[in-house]
Structure formats: structure tokens, C-alpha cells
């Protein structure tokens, strides 16, 4: 670490790497400082040292399904090769069975224990289609967690219901969701 020492002198960052190698963490400001530095490098190497001082040297992994349930989109991103507009030719959006033999060829086939379900910002979709499809993948594959749906997916359901995240979330949650990309786990 004495190298990255050397170079957390020198960094503008050095006070916020400093008070986590401290175990203090970054609040807000010191949030905003981090996405805005250029010194991802060293982030990187504190963090791994954290990382491998609370964890070692174990790894783990999720056996796992993406599982795009849609590729209609509303919102045109520049990057994405994905999304297709509403009514196009090649546009989708799987049926609740469609979803269920996807898991269960997974199940069979490959034993998952988690299923991520991500699509695109479809206006059509209430959110009785995701609840029903949560719903099903709980009570047919009780071993299989569901995770999913993109914080923007979910702000999406919230302006096509005219309902708040919060009741957006509580609902999906009811209906099974168990955690969402980014690691935000649902408290039960």
C-alpha cells in the first residue's frame, strides 16, 4: 500500500480516501467530490483494500438469468441498440407464460437462484403485468429470487400509474421483488 500512499498524498480526494481507510463514510458532499475527481485509479485501490480487509480474498456469484421481458422504449437513449419504438415491427413484450417457461427451461437446465428482470420504459405495461409476473416466478419457482427492474423502469411505472416510487416500490415488493441492480436489497 505504500505506493498508493505516495499517491493519496498528492490526490484532492485524499481527506475522503483517508477517512474511509478510517472507516468514516463519504456523506453527501464528499459523494459529489468522488464523481466529479479524476483520480478513479486510486478509488479503485482503496476500495479493493477495504474490500479485501472486511472480506478477504472470497468471491461469489449469483447463478443467474437476464430475463428482458421488453424491448419497447420510450425514452430513445443515444447508446442503447435495444430499445424498439411502440407498434415496431420487431417490438416485444413477453407473456406471463412466455416469462414462465424462460425461468423454468433456467430452473431445469441450469438451477439458477436469481432472475434479473430488466426491459425497456414501456408506456403500455400497468404495473399488474410486473405483480402478476413476481407473483408467478414466487410461487412456481419459490427458490428463485427475483431482482429487478432499473430505478428509471420503476420511475417509468410510477408516471404511467400516476403513483409515487414509494407506492410503486411497495407494491412490487409485495408481489415478490426482492432486490434491484445496484445491490439495493428490500427490506422484508
Known sequence: MSQTTEQLQKSDIKDILENSLNGKRPGPEDCMRLLESDDVHLMGLVSGHLTRKQFGKKASFVNNI???YTNVCITDCKFCAFYRS???DD????TLDQIESRVKTAWDMFKIRQVLIQGG???NLKIEYYEDAFKMIREKFPKVGVHGLSTSEIDM???V???STKEILS???DAGLQSMPGAH???Q
Open 185 to 187: 436489497l428490500l427490506q
Open 161 to 163: 400509474e400516476k403513483s
Open 86 to 88: 411502440p407498434g415496431a
Open 91 to 94: 417490438s416485444y413484450t413477453l
Open 121 to 123: 420504459h414501456n408506456p
Open 157 to 159: 411505472i410510477a408516471r
Open 171 to 173: 407494491r412490487l415488493k
Open 66 to 68: 437476464i430475463l428482458n
